[in-house]
């Protein structure tokens, strides 16, 4: 569950949120619609930790996992499929604790460990199911290694989708 309890943003003069009360429940699904300069952006940069409400509270589960898609893609050398594989932060945490790991001659428990919470979150799977989603999506099996630059806006931003 999400909470606002009396929550106040403002940028600028402008107020954005004044007194805001919201509870959102586990398993509910929200839009959030408005004109340019309302706020949407503000609060989903609330609800992601990039800022700080000026008053009231924001209560959140500590183990709650939050996708965002972002409304612009810069271009960048990068590759399609490692742009989305980098939207798995923890994934991501993984696979460079455990390379940490093999290259320091960690204990073999830790890196055990480490394979062991890879595992639980399908991670060696991870790069098979980005496929699947760029394929969803409409892009070729050819597009997973050409750079996120390659791409038309409206192409990046369906990268944003699968990255989500």
Sequence with gaps: MIQLQNLSIQRGVQ?????????????????????????????????????????????????????????EVVGSDQSAIDYLLDGDLRLRELQTELQQA?????????????????????????????HQLLSGLGFKPTDA??????FSGGWRIRLNLARA
């Design 15 to 71: 107020l954005l949120l004044d007194e805001a009360n919201l509870t959102l429940h586990s398993g509910w699904k929200v839009g959030i619609i408005g004109s340019n300069g309302v706020g949407k952006s503000t609060l989903f940069q609330l609800l992601l930790g990039k800022l700080h409400a000026d008053a009231g509270d924001l209560l959140m589960p500590s183990h709650l996992t939050l996708s965002h898609m972002a409304q």
């Design 102 to 130: 093999e290259s320091h001659h960690e204990s073999a428990q830790r890196i055990g460990e480490l394979h062991a919470e890879l595992e639980s979150i399908d991670g060696y799977r991870a790069e098979a199911r980005a």
């Design 145 to 150: 290694n050409r750079s996120v630059a390659s």
